[in-house]
């Protein structure tokens, strides 16, 4: 199946049909509106690394996960899921696939229910927009719609109590939107909350009794302080180090496919060619240049995989210079469990040493990512080059010396 040409087929389909169904209530959920739900589903897709066949049933499902608001608005995740089953019906799509589009445009309705990992990525990319800056800009548009579909007047007030209930009730089911929105969500809630009176915000934890965010009233002396986003830059840390773990697991496959292939060719050059070189030698020269490859590369694979473990201990000098990495087993791995212990309260008791720690970390993390594919990159361009002269230097020893 062509996923490509389906998926611009599908993207094609929904535009036309968002442009003949127009109706003007619909100044949310509109065609802007679905383009940032798959730009976002296929966002979380890319991280999660999926398949050809997953990222396809997740865009589409992105794209028809609101065409049912033309037909019913309170039950337009119901329409949507025809909708996109009927399109793809008619494409020829298999059963599994068209299940699972329908199973994540359901999942969408309020509250969501997902399963799979498709339904989850799907339900976080259409409420992507709570964890943004921009979230009251969507909020207006989406209070301005409800106003116009239902034709009732609802007071600013009203709308901000709601909204607040449902963002605290609400949580990301994917670990990646959950690292890099939760915190610009609180955020929201509390500009939200700010707006409100005292005896309002009150009302509306009465009204919903769920452990709600308390309402922080900051000391205009301690606002500096305070606005450093020290929950941001924690959860930058934590992607960039899952990113760098998930680059050096690649590298290490890339390496393990080269060992592989290399040394089955190890293996049939000593039990095939060799044996034959006293009767042909213009294989000889061929046969070493293959061998002498294929060596190379095992031996460049390996050293991009060994790992360089360092002496394990650390000083005290070490750590009132604040040099030290203690996130990284080979820097205490010799250590008494006291010492280190005391090593990392001292880390977690100074701001400054913990962050200092972080990115030393993260570098360290690079650099052996550096060293990692710089060499791999070497090993599959031996692999590359040399397969090329081998059979090079094969056809020359036939051309010159006749039959093998």
């Known amino acids: 199946m062509n996923y490509k040409q389906l998926q611009e087929d599908v993207e094609k389909h929904v535009g036309d049909y968002f442009h003949t169904h127009s109706d003007p209530r619909l100044v949310y959920h509109n065609l802007e509106h679905t383009e940032k739900v798959v730009n976002a589903a296929q966002q979380i897709a890319n991280h999660y690394q999926l398949n050809e066949q997953d990222f396809f049933t997740v865009t589409v499902a992105a794209w028809f996960h609101d065409t049912g608001y033309f037909e019913d608005a309170l039950n337009h995740e119901a329409k949507g899921a025809v909708l996109a089953d009927d399109f793809l019906a008619k494409h020829k799509v ?20 997902p399963k799979s990992e498709i339904d989850k990525i799907l339900c976080d990319a259409d409420l992507f927009h709570l964890g943004l800056a921009d979230f009251r800009a969507k ?16 007071s600013k007030s009203d709308w901000r109590k709601k909204d607040i209930q449902f963002m605290e009730s609400h949580h990301y089911h994917t670990d990646y ?16 909350k700010s707006k409100l009176t005292a005896q309002e915000v009150i009302n509306t934890e009465l009204e919903e009794p769920k452990s709600f965010a ?52 190890l293996s049939l050059i000593v039990s095939l060619l060799l044996r034959r070189l006293e009767d042909h030698g213009n294989l000889i020269i061929p046969t070493f240049i ?25 000083t005290q000098e070490d750590m009132d210079k604040k040099k030290v990495n203690l996130l990284f087993f080979g820097n205490f791995y010799k250590m ?13 008791n100074d701001k400054d040493f913990l962050y200092g720690t972080l990115i030393t970390d993260v570098y360290s ?13 070497l090993a599959y361009n031996i692999f590359m080059f040399g397969l090329i002269a081998a059979v090079f230097a094969f056809v020359i020893a036939y051309a010159a010396y006749g039959k093998l």
Do not use: W
Request: charged share 30%; hydrophobic share 35%; with cysteine.
């Open 290 to 314: 293959l061998l002498l490859v294929s060596l190379t590369c095992v031996v460049v694979s390996i050293l991009s995989t060994r790992p360089s473990i360092p002496k394990g201990e650390f």
């Open 365 to 377: 993390q690079g650099v052996v990512l550096g060293r990692k594919y710089k060499l791999i990159r």
């Open 214 to 265: 308390p309402v922080i009233v900051k000391d205009k002396k301690k606002k500096d302080k305070d606005d450093r986003p020290d929950k941001g830059i924690e959860t930058m840390f934590r992607i960039t180090s899952a990113n760098n773990q998930r680059l050096s697991d690649m590298a290490d496959n890339k390496a393990h496919i080269l060992i592989t292939v290399n040394s089955i060719m």
């Open 336 to 348: 008494s469990l006291p010492s280190y212990t005391d090593g990392m309260i001292k880390v977690m």
């Open 177 to 192: 939107a959950n690292l890099l929105l939760s915190d610009q969500k609180q955020k929201n809630i509390e500009k939200l």
């Open 94 to 113: 298999n059963r599994e696939i068209r299940d699972q589009v329908k199973s994540a445009i359901l999942a969408t309705k309020i509250p969501q229910k």
């Open 139 to 154: 909020g207006k548009l989406m209070h301005k719609e409800n106003e116009l579909i239902y034709k009732k007047e609802i």
